[in-house]
């Protein structure tokens, strides 16, 4: 079955860097585009950034754009998230997220990592 | 970027039907028909339950079902079942091929 497994969240301080990983299986990675989209705490679900099956295709929201970093190693079967310059309105639970197969529509989820940023 | 639009709160008792609205504009929900709607119980991960404005996953109870009309998309929910509770989001393929969400819609079973 599908797992999709994050990791790298924690307590971090503003204007400082954090590295998320997410680590897949059950599924041919290579093949899908993964996402993250984030929830802060109360709030809704929030789009992060989206990277091709193959890592070519890379889109961000406007409020990570320049900050935010998504790569992915498919020898690996990872996905990461490579966020700098943090602030306090990026503190939420961030998800990966796997596409259907060749289609734009978010099908799993795992189960989240949470990311505070806080002095 | 500006997330699609939903009502914060619907309600309904059981054995009711309920539906959630989703509006968006011609960049997203009414240029695409990739709009789907997940449920999110507290402290779970969201679930896909509508894909491609109708379509359901196997397993999702046929008392869900999705429509859209223009820049509006719809979820309605048959039958309410005490486990229906939950928040629902819509979300939407958009031209900038990113994705957005609505801002969520809280369901209550009285």
């Known amino acids: 079955q599908v797992q999709l497994v994050e990791s790298g969240g924690g307590v971090v301080q503003p204007g400082r860097s954090l590295r998320l990983s997410c680590a897949a299986s059950g599924f041919t990675f290579s093949t899908y585009g993964i996402h993250w989209v984030r929830q802060a705490p109360g709030k809704g679900l929030e789009w992060v950034a989206v990277i091709s099956y193959d890592g070519s295709d890379k889109y961000y929201a406007d409020s990570v754009k320049g900050r935010f970093t998504i790569s992915r190693d498919n020898s690996k079967n990872t996905l990461y998230l490579q966020m700098n310059s943090l602030r306090a309105e990026d503190t939420a639970v961030y998800y990966c997220?796997?596409?259907?197969?060749?289609?734009?529509?978010?099908?799993?989820w795992g189960q989240g990592t949470l990311v505070t940023v806080s002095s | 970027q500006s997330a699609l639009t939903q009502p914060a709160s619907v309600s309904g008792s059981p054995g009711q039907s309920i539906t959630i609205s989703c509006t968006g504009s011609s960049s997203d929900v009414g240029g695409y028909n990739y709009i789907s709607w997940y449920q999110q119980h507290p402290g779970k991960a969201p679930k896909l339950m509508i894909y491609e404005v109708s379509n359901r996953p196997s397993g999702v109870s046929n008392r869900f079902s999705g429509s859209k009309s223009g820049t509006t998309a719809s979820l309605t929910i048959s039958g309410l079942q005490a486990e229906d509770e939950a928040d629902y989001y819509c979300s939407s393929y958009t031209s900038s091929n990113t994705r957005v969400f609505g801002g969520g819609t809280k369901l209550t079973v009285l």
């Open positions: 997220a796997k596409d259907r197969f060749r289609e734009p529509t978010i099908d799993y």
